[in-house]
């Protein structure tokens, strides 16, 4: 089967090109799943051309959905990027832009704060967030004092131990000690990270064994979903990895540390296809939308711990487009066209707008919500727009770092201008900021203006430095 491709170029062609294709109006409250993956790049799946992965049942979600080649993260590293996913906003506005949390952070989001969770909430959506958090470990910044009526999973990545100092941490995960955590995995390697997991706001196990938890969230989210079959529902599903250390199952485990990596997308592989199965078999898969993507791209200095970008360059932490260009695949069965290969710009932040949309949930008119809604492009509609036409790249730090606008990207690395056209040179290779000062001029003025009015607009910084 052909896949169908439809680009910034050609969206209005976009009606014929889907007539027919749509199979279903919108007749009720649709469910949603997001299905988030930790430090995934963007080469990880076999259905985004991976050299040494293989995802049978993210392949099939693929075939059966719309396959996203330039979806973005608003950030390179955790926090950040979940923030703008839950808020619809560039982390800056809230204040959540600065770094990661961890076990001595004594801030978070907080329930002040608008949710994609508490908008469809206040919509009579029953809403869980299972897996990892990572935006804040006290009550009071927790899922459920953030609109999620169910939380069940690790307050921060699985390399954070309260114990530890920076450097402590630094040394648990180089590339040497993971490969010695690999290979001594069954024989409770995992106890040396104090990994805490919380249902609600209570903690249930100190430490977790970690070589469990996927199974573990997947039937919790299992669980969920039949529970909350008859009403509309949100599920975040928010693995651990394939962020380190690398843990699976008994039934994924090799000992060959060369193996960690790729076993470990098979078990993320195989949680989600036991997911989409239990949507198929209760016939919820006529009235649901899933998403999987990742929340930042993969964590390359730690080699075969960490996947591949391929073809983008560099990953996590920077602000060349393996950073936070991600996988991305949406699927429902009746809604979205299968098959389907989407190049148009999106980002996490899209969601928000998009599934209030879809839910006819109004957003809240006291604010900036910088994601657009994609219901359009998801469906194939006739009138389907451009939702974005320029992207905005924030450093792991906070600071503003490049632009993107259409085809043309400006960043600046050590304080010089590095300007691609992405549209020939999608692996930033060749510079051409001295070729065309007049497009750097240009697209430094924008980039600053943004970061200017949105810093006249952003909440105090509630990061510990």
């Known amino acids: 089967m052909s896949k169908r491709i439809f680009n910034c170029t050609a969206v209005a062609a976009m009606g014929a090109l889907f007539a027919g294709c749509c199979k279903k109006e919108y007749t009720e409250q649709p469910n949603f799943i997001v299905l988030l993956a930790d430090d995934m790049g963007y080469a990880d799946l076999s259905c985004f051309e991976s050299e040494k992965n293989v995802t049978p049942q993210l392949d099939r979600m693929a075939a059966e959905g719309m396959k996203f080649t330039s979806f973005y993260a608003a950030a390179s590293v955790s926090s950040p990027s979940r923030a703008a996913l839950m808020t619809g906003r560039y982390p800056k506005r809230e204040g959540l832009h600065i770094g990661v949390f961890f076990p001595d952070s004594a801030s978070g989001i907080g329930p002040a704060e608008t949710t994609i969770a508490s908008l469809l909430r206040s919509a009579g959506y029953t809403t869980a967030c299972i897996g990892k958090w990572h935006l804040g470990h006290r009550p009071e910044h927790l899922p459920t004092s953030n ?81 909350s079959r008859k009403h509309p529902f949100f599920l975040m599903l928010a693995y651990t990895t394939p962020h380190v250390p690398l843990f699976v199952s008994e039934s994924f485990y090799e000992p060959d540390v060369d193996s960690a990596y790729r076993q470990t997308i098979a078990e993320i592989d195989d949680s989600v296809g036991q997911v989409l199965e239990e949507l198929r078999k209760t016939g919820l898969d006529k009235n649901t939308y899933v998403i999987f993507t990742s929340d930042n791209g993969p964590w390359l200095e730690k080699k075969h711990h960490g996947g591949s970008a391929h ?24 809604y979205i066209p299968a098959n389907t290969v989407c190049d148009q710009l999106a980002t996490l932040m899209d969601f928000v707008p998009t599934f209030t949309a879809l839910a006819a949930a109004p957003l809240p008119e006291d604010r900036v919500f910088d994601g657009k809604n994609i219901v359009a492009l998801l469906s194939g509609a006739n009138d389907a727009q451009l939702p ?78």
């Open 147 to 227: 609109g999620f009526d169910l939380f069940f999973g690790v307050p921060y990545s699985t390399d954070m131990d309260s114990h530890d100092s920076p450097e402590a941490m630094a040394a648990k995960v180089s590339v040497t000690n993971l490969d010695e955590t690999w290979r001594s995995s069954r024989n409770e390697s995992w106890r040396q990270w104090d990994i805490p997991l919380i249902r609600n706001t209570t903690v249930i196990e100190q430490p977790v064994d970690l070589t469990g938890l996927t199974q573990r969230f997947t039937t919790e989210a299992i669980s969920f979903i039949r529970k």
């Open 311 to 334: 073809p983008f360059r560099a990953g996590k932490r920077t602000s060349y487009e393996g950073g936070h260009r991600v996988p991305c695949i949406a699927w429902s069965p009746h």
């Open 388 to 465: 974005h036409d320029t992207f905005f790249y924030y450093a792991s730090r906070g600071a503003i770092s490049g632009v993107r606008h259409e085809n043309w990207k400006l960043k600046f690395e050590n304080n010089q201008p590095e300007l691609y056209n992405l549209s020939t040179d999608i692996g930033e290779q060749n510079n051409l900021a001295a070729v065309y000062p007049e497009k750097v001029n240009e697209l430094k003025n924008a980039m600053l203006l943004f970061d200017r009015q949105l810093e006249e607009n952003c909440k105090k910084e509630r990061y510990l430095q």
